[in-house]
């Protein structure tokens, strides 16, 4: 493998380190946020108007729904990583 390809995909690689970090995150983020929007819906269901009922439904249903968008979104990453490595292995083997 020549040098600047290994470069090339040292530099893909640690960019895939990068946008896996970041999109850890944001879904640990999401996933506080959506459970904080559930247990608001709960513990308000009684009390609160059917306005109030709705928006935080809504609002708990599409943080599920992105949390379930990034779970996918970093299995995607893993997988590109570790095809970027077995292309990495198989040029150090030759083959």
Do not use: C, P, Y
């Not at 640690?14 to 999109?23: G, K």
């Amino acid at each position: 493998m020549s040098e600047h390809s290994e470069v090339v995909l040292r530099q893909a690689l640690d960019s895939v380190d990068r946008l896996r970090r970041r999109q850890l995150v944001t879904m640990a983020i999401t996933a506080v946020v959506s459970q904080l929007a559930w247990f608001a819906f709960i513990l308000n269901a009684e009390r609160a108007t059917e306005k109030t009922l709705l928006i935080l439904a809504t609002f708990a249903l599409a943080m599920t729904v992105f949390g379930g968008v990034f779970m996918l979104a970093i299995h995607t990453t893993r997988m590109t990583q570790r095809i970027l490595q077995a292309i990495e292995l198989s040029a150090r083997h030759g083959g």
